[in-house]
């Protein structure tokens, strides 16, 4: 793997010739490095550029954008010493070289300035302690002080100096090690692995958003499984994700065992991964047999049960998300709704199912009926081809019903033809549990087919079950 010359790269990335100006105008002795020169070297390359300053990384980034627009804004991070410029879409990431550790039970690194040597020395791993000087007097220089081309070549993630310090020095590296591993289809090179599971305890020093949107990274690679097995296998899930871990084992009685539920939700998390880059189906995919460990029961003779385990995981999913620090807003309802729902498309691949409950589902799944089907298919994991098979094309038929009864009644968005304000108007009535159970009177009806989702029909069905109650329309 022969790095390409800078000055090729530039036709592609013409800001590095920008920054380059701007550098030798202020004087400041700058390089491209990182993330941007490893992509590169992987034709992955997109417009995030990283540019490592020997002096002021703030001043430079101000020179570029006064040479991009006299009114170009600079974003500014001073604690950090960083700065970021954006146009047309490239994001111009600025850093004066530096030293960072932390201390001992310490969330936050200690920083101070530092040589190019100091900088790269301090990367992450050796294939992103890349870097190509764009100075004058040596442009397009290519620097590999540790030998990352060649880890790129063998596809290896190993650290640059001592793991122990790497991992020490900053903790996070470890879970940075297995996103980079599961994102690019690397190894782990053994000995920095091994340095894994030695300091796992050690990412209890680091804050939980920056330990989830590392894993939301590796939930968004293309095999995500592979890097859960990484985290499970190094310890570090047991102290991220210990609910997850709890899925891990087989329990025998009489003969009789259960399936490995951590496996077989990474198999389930894989076959979505397949179909969609849904983050957050990827999440209900994680979360759909959580609760399984709490609800695990043997029954004597007919042998392992997991009653209610999606309503449990359902309620379990708030906790979860608070506790990994991940959305409390829409996004975690979704999630919750699919773990709850999961189980209930499986019966209807019964040719004798009624109308009714594809209504209920429908209603109850609105909009993401689809992404429950999917998450539906993605849980048919069996190591016998021909029943997983049967099952998905009995899921074709019931995805076709679903269709048909959808577009007949327009259950998916459902609201009542006839509302509590509607009711009360009518009868006049004030606000009470009547009305509620008139309201609900009419959507079963609709959902159980007695009458049509209409106001019509609805009226109708209303004053004949008000009449029921011995209630009468108010006189006009």
Not at 236 to 263: R, S, Y
Not at 361 to 381: Q, S
């Amino acid at each position: 793997m022969k790095p390409p010359q800078l000055e090729e790269i530039t036709k592609e990335f013409p800001h590095i010739d920008l920054v380059a100006k701007a550098a030798e105008s202020a004087g400041i002795e700058t390089y491209v490095v990182g993330g941007f020169v490893r992509d590169i070297l992987l034709k992955r390359a997109k417009g995030d550029i990283d540019f490592l300053c020997v002096g002021d990384g703030i001043k430079l980034a101000k020179e570029t954008a006064n040479l991009i627009s006299p009114k170009k804004k600079v974003q500014i991070f001073k604690r950090f010493g960083t700065a970021h410029v954006s146009d047309k879409g490239v994001d111009l990431e600025f850093v004066g070289a530096r030293k960072e550790s932390y201390s001992k039970d310490s969330r936050n690194p200690e920083i101070e300035p530092g040589s190019l040597e100091d900088d790269l020395k301090r990367r992450d791993f050796t294939i992103n302690a890349l870097a190509y000087s764009i100075n004058r007097s040596d442009f397009g220089d290519f620097l590999d002080p540790f030998d990352g081309v060649t880890d790129l070549k063998k596809k290896i993630i190993r650290t640059p100096l001592d793991p122990d310090k790497t991992f020490s020095d900053d903790p996070l590296r470890m879970m940075r090690a297995i996103r980079f591993a599961s994102q690019l289809s690397f190894d782990i090179e053994a000995d920095t692995f091994d340095s894994i599971s030695r300091n796992k305890d050690r990412i209890k020093i680091i804050s939980q958003e920056r330990i989830s949107d590392e894993l939301n990274k590796i939930i968004l690679s293309p095999i995500p499984s592979y890097g859960f097995k990484l985290l499970f296998s190094s310890g570090l899930l047991h102290n991220i994700f210990p609910q997850m871990t709890d899925l891990h084992g087989v329990d025998v009685i009489e003969k009789k065992a259960h399936k490995d539920n951590f496996f077989h939700t990474l198999q389930v998390l894989d076959n979505i991964a397949l179909k969609t880059d849904n983050l957050w189906l990827r999440w209900s995919a994680i979360l759909h047999d959580i609760a399984k460990p709490a609800t695990k029961r043997f029954e004597k003779g007919s042998g392992w049960t997991f009653h209610g385990h999606e309503d449990k995981g359902a309620r379990m999913v708030p906790g979860i998300f608070r506790r990994l620090k991940l959305p409390m807003d829409d996004r975690m309802k979704y999630v919750q709704k699919l773990v709850r729902l999961h189980l209930r498309p499986i019966p209807l691949v019964r040719q004798d199912i009624t109308d009714s409950a594809l209504r209920r589902l429908l209603f109850e799944a609105g909009d993401d009926i689809e992404d429950l089907l999917t998450l539906c298919r993605a849980d048919i994991t069996s190591k016998n081809e021909k029943r997983v098979n049967t099952y998905l094309k009995n899921f074709d038929i019931v995805e076709k019903k679903l269709q048909e009864i959808e577009e007949k009644d327009r259950l998916r968005n459902f609201q009542p033809p006839i509302s509590g304000t509607d009711i009360m108007d009518l009868f006049g009535l004030p606000p009470n549990r009547t009305v509620g159970e008139l309201k609900n009177g009419i959507r079963n009806a609709i959902l159980e087919g007695e009458i049509g989702n209409n106001q019509k029909e609805a009226r109708e069905y209303l004053l004949k079950l008000a009449a029921k109650k011995g209630i009468q329309p108010k006189k006009p």
